[in-house]
């Protein structure tokens, strides 16, 4: 089974510079995370998704932060314009229902610098 | 709403000797909680779980965990720690709705010294 892929794994960019991530979730998980891990802390969520639907954007940043679940399966994280405080991993997650018990699975991340 | 404190920014040990990682949550029900591991430059990889049950969980790489509801703690142990253990951990909480995002700790780095 595949896991969660993320595109890209690096990106440099100078700032006001637009910026969008990608995120293929396992296939099946109607539930997708992006989350935020600055240096030195535990991931951050930003949204939440069930199926096409952000369910939890409390904590994006809307006024340069966006994000779309296009037909439910792979989402897209952008931001424009990047501000320097904006260099950090964004991860992406997916999960799924078993029952009572959940797990997420986790990408391995976009590395952002923005100088 | 939940919260994870671990204690410890950064742990050095000798390879062969025993480990355990602090982490204490904050959640006014039962919680679900997990370990990560988060090697350099790759994502989050799930050590173990604890949902409900027997209270020592026991995980991949020969890790373990004990939930302690009277002192709200969930403390990662391995008995003999490996070079390629080195790494940051994390401990997380989700909440019983599932499908919920998960609270992180800020993690614990772990070195391993020969």
């Known amino acids: 089974e595949a896991g969660v892929v993320q595109s890209p794994r690096y990106k440099i960019i100078e700032k006001k510079q637009p910026v969008a991530f990608w995120c293929n979730p396992i296939?099946?998980?109607?539930?997708l995370y992006w989350y935020r891990q600055n240096l030195g802390q535990g991931p951050e969520l930003l949204i939440r998704y069930e199926n096409e639907e952000a369910v939890d954007d409390s904590q994006l940043p809307k006024d340069r932060f966006s994000a779309e679940r296009l037909k439910g399966v792979d989402s897209t994280l952008k931001i424009q314009p990047a501000e320097l405080g904006d260099s950090a991993v964004y991860l992406c997650?997916?999960?799924?229902?078993?029952?009572?018990?959940?797990?997420?699975?986790f990408g391995p991340g976009t590395r952002l610098t923005v100088l | 709403a939940q919260s994870v404190t671990q204690p410890d920014i950064h742990i050095t040990v000798s390879e062969g000797a025993s480990l355990e990682l602090r982490c204490n949550y904050s959640?006014?029900?039962?919680?679900?909680l997990f370990w990560y591991v988060q090697s350099p430059g790759q994502g989050l990889q799930l050590l173990l779980k604890y949902f409900s049950g027997d209270t020592l969980v026991q995980g991949i790489k020969g890790f373990e965990a004990e939930f302690k509801r009277s002192q709200s703690s969930f403390n990662l142990r391995k008995p003999s720690v490996h070079w390629s253990d080195a790494a940051e951990y994390f401990c997380?909480?989700?909440?019983?709705?599932?499908?919920?995002?998960?609270?992180f700790g800020k993690g614990t780095r772990l070195s391993v010294i020969a």
């Open positions: 997650a997916s999960s799924s229902h078993r029952g009572r018990e959940y797990e997420q699975f």
């Open positions: 296939s099946g998980h109607n539930t």
């Open positions: 997380a909480v989700g909440v019983l709705s599932g499908n919920t995002p998960l609270v």
């Open positions: 959640y006014g029900a039962t919680p679900y």
